[in-house]
């Protein structure tokens, strides 16, 4: 999204970055040509918010119907038997998942560490894969006997967590332009972890020049824990541990006033906005019209694998979308709306300044060429921006990151004999962790 439409266009690419874009008949010449005839031609979308790890307990059960905390603590215990082979192998069909849905970056937060260098794990399965990955070093560290949600298997001290969150990023952390690989930090919640973390995590993440990220004003109980332990709102917490600045973005932000927005707007705290979980969870969803009137930048999230229970960015834009005019009325937002903040306002959510969810020159090239299905898109003839996020589903021809395809004409480029293998094994692991080994 360099700025206005290019009906029939093209964009070129060169050594991993955008090398220019322009009208049919003005194409120059190439090593390599993919077709987009007939497709609408984007740049990748960026996922915000994520929990890949949880692609293991999909559609659980036991706790479908659940709202948050009663969903986690069914959950909780299952998660304590994650180890490294099932957090590489989930992250590894999460990614796939997600390039699969036109996602060319994404961040995950992985706050559940039953087990040493998780997040190694999950590094090793995107450069497998070849996504663009901003890790966030999730963490709970206030367990049931001190009044947290979490069993004490899921838990570690705070001298653990700040150990490994600086070593990660001293060890993976690249800052430069076009930086397939960053580091942020993330303590979970404000009600699952102690007011300590919260401090020296942001102190850690100043000197160490990265991200932090957490979720903030998710549900009622956060703000009744807040209150009942802080005598503070979240947002009003937030502040007082050192959060409130444009070095932080937060998941939801769903339960606040209009004094809250307008308080992130001033600080450029950025919103990761995920209204298909949310509204899974029976929270209902921010307003996208209330947060972006207030000066916040937004950005789109799938969220949880086993709330949500797809990596789709792009049923998780249409829900944007259908979520701000259920809020705002039909004039709340429009497709171009929505893809902006896909693009553009996700890339600035994850402090990415380097052209990334734009075509332009100099951006990086991360491109996607979505199918215009002859059946779903029947009739819609007078914008194809629109007709993408309101017709469909559909499905990306090809996803490029870096300039690399990862779906070509509509399947992974990986190995066949890759995907099966992952995708047997990450069953296994499944079906172990629900306790479902006797094929029951």
Not at 124 to 152: I, Q, T
Not at 304 to 319: F, I, P, V
Not at 422 to 429: I, P, S
Request: charged fraction near 25%; include cysteine; proline fraction near 5%.
């Amino acid at each position: 999204m360099a700025g206005d439409d290019i009906p029939g266009g093209w964009v070129a690419l060169d050594g991993g970055t955008v090398a220019g874009t322009g009208r049919a008949g003005e194409e120059p010449e190439a090593a390599r040509t993919l077709t987009a005839r007939g497709a609408l031609v984007t740049p990748g979308l960026v996922n915000t918010h994520h929990h890949i790890f949880q692609n293991l307990t999909r559609a659980y059960a036991p706790a479908t119907g659940y709202e948050l905390f009663d969903w986690l603590k069914a959950l909780y215990p299952l998660w304590a038997a994650v180890d490294e082979e099932a957090v590489e192998v989930s992250t590894w069909v999460g990614l796939a998942e997600l390039a699969l849905g036109g996602c060319t970056t994404t961040t995950d937060m992985l706050y559940a560490h039953p087990r040493p260098r998780l997040i190694d794990a999950q590094i090793r399965a995107a450069r497998d894969v070849g996504l663009r990955f901003h890790p966030a070093r999730g963490a709970l560290d206030l367990s049931e006997k001190d009044g947290g949600p979490a069993p004490a298997q899921l838990t570690e001290s705070v001298e653990e967590i700040l150990a490994d969150s600086e070593r990660l990023v001293r060890t993976y952390h690249d800052p430069a332009p076009g930086s397939m690989l960053r580091i942020a930090l993330a303590p979970s919640t404000q009600a699952a972890v102690t007011e300590r973390l919260m401090v020296e995590t942001a102190r850690l993440a100043e000197r160490l020049d990265v991200r932090l990220h957490t979720h903030l004003a998710e549900s009622l109980g956060e703000e009744e824990y807040c209150r009942e332990t802080y005598r503070r709102r979240p947002v009003e917490q937030f502040e007082h541990v050192g959060w409130g600045s444009d070095r932080a973005w937060v998941a939801h932000f769903i339960f606040t006033e209009p004094w809250e927005r307008e308080r992130l707007g001033r600080w450029g705290t950025a919103v990761a906005h995920c209204p298909g979980s949310t509204m899974m969870l029976g929270a209902g969803a921010a307003s996208l019209p209330a947060l972006r009137d207030a000066g916040v930048t937004v950005g789109l999230g799938c969220d949880g694998s086993a709330s949500t229970d797809h990596a789709s960015l792009w049923l998780e834009a249409r829900t944007a979308l259908t979520a701000a005019r259920e809020r705002g009325g039909a004039g709340a937002a429009t497709a171009r709306d929505i893809l902006r903040a896909a693009t553009v306002d996700a890339a600035a959510c994850l402090g990415r300044e380097d052209g990334l969810g734009r075509l332009a020159p100099g951006a990086p090239a991360d491109v996607v060429v979505w199918d215009l299905d002859e059946f779903a898109f029947a009739g819609a003839h007078t914008d194809p921006v629109e007709a993408w996020l309101r017709c469909g589903p559909v499905r990306p021809r090809h996803t490029l990151v870096q300039g690399h395809p990862l779906v070509e004409d509509g399947s992974l480029t990986l190995p066949h004999a890759r995907t099966h293998d992952m995708l047997t094994t990450h069953a296994h692991h499944a079906r172990r962790i629900q306790g479902l080994e006797d094929g029951t």
